[in-house]
């Protein structure tokens, strides 16, 4: 439109026609992006790859399947949450429990995420506080920087949640009476 395209034709009719053209790319590429997701999910395919949602769906079903474990526990309000795994899932309880806690991710001590830059539970003073961690998979004991972290580890549940690449599971622990930092170090001659 500056002429600054020297291989473009100068006119007005050209000028207009990439107007046009532009509008139309841009129009239709919002419409995919917006209306596609819906037309699958109506359609009974909303995990079809084409799906540019496809990696948030389930996120919601995870929300209410931990939450429906976590008011189990006696006095689960008072405990903080705690994740490991990848910062997906941190984000995901993050914004889909009903109290939007503060999640804690640990499982090293690298910066991934906005979630590395809060300080850890210890650090954070959680001393002397209970927690429930979420650990990725079907798993019957938490990683041993949990366990060495609290008093007392239960493992209450594992859940089965169903996302646009297929169904996961997630195993819930009750943790009791944070003594320590609940971070695995890794070692700096690696």
Same mark, same amino acid.
């Given at each position: 439109f500056t002429?600054?395209?020297?291989?473009?034709?100068?006119?007005?009719k050209s000028r207009s026609s990439l107007l046009r053209t532009s509008l139309?790319?841009?129009?239709?590429?919002c419409a995919i992006f917006y209306f596609l997701p819906i037309v699958l999910q109506l359609t009974g395919n909303e995990q079809h790859k084409s799906n540019p949602n496809r990696r948030m769906i389930g996120s919601g079903?995870?929300?209410?399947?931990?939450?429906g474990v976590r008011e189990t526990i006696p006095g689960w309000e008072d405990h903080f949450v705690i994740a490991s795994g990848h910062r997906y899932l941190t984000a995901w309880l993050a914004f889909e429990l009903p109290d939007? =806690? /503060?999640v804690y991710r640990v499982g090293d001590d690298t910066i991934h995420?906005?979630?590395?830059?809060?300080?850890e539970p210890w650090a954070d003073g959680r001393a002397g506080q209970n927690a429930i961690f979420i650990n990725p998979g079907k798993e019957a004991t938490p990683p041993g920087f949990i366990s060495e972290g609290f008093d007392?580890?239960?493992r209450i549940d594992t859940v089965e949640v169903l996302f646009?690449?297929? =169904? /996961?599971?997630?195993?819930?622990f009750?943790?009791?009476n944070l003594t320590g930092p609940v971070r695995e170090l890794k070692d700096d001659h690696d």
């Amino acid at each position: 439109f500056t002429n600054h395209i020297k291989w473009y034709p100068e006119t007005d009719k050209s000028r207009s026609s990439l107007l046009r053209t532009s509008l139309w790319i841009g129009f239709t590429l919002c419409a995919i992006f917006y209306f596609l997701p819906i037309v699958l999910q109506l359609t009974g395919n909303e995990q079809h790859k084409s799906n540019p949602n496809r990696r948030m769906i389930g996120s919601g079903r995870l929300g209410v399947a931990v939450q429906g474990v976590r008011e189990t526990i006696p006095g689960w309000e008072d405990h903080f949450v705690i994740a490991s795994g990848h910062r997906y899932l941190t984000a995901w309880l993050a914004f889909e429990l009903p109290d939007q =806690p /503060r999640v804690y991710r640990v499982g090293d001590d690298t910066i991934h995420s906005q979630y590395e830059l809060w300080p850890e539970p210890w650090a954070d003073g959680r001393a002397g506080q209970n927690a429930i961690f979420i650990n990725p998979g079907k798993e019957a004991t938490p990683p041993g920087f949990i366990s060495e972290g609290f008093d007392e580890v239960r493992r209450i549940d594992t859940v089965e949640v169903l996302f646009g690449n297929g =169904p /996961r599971e997630y195993t819930i622990f009750q943790c009791l009476n944070l003594t320590g930092p609940v971070r695995e170090l890794k070692d700096d001659h690696d």
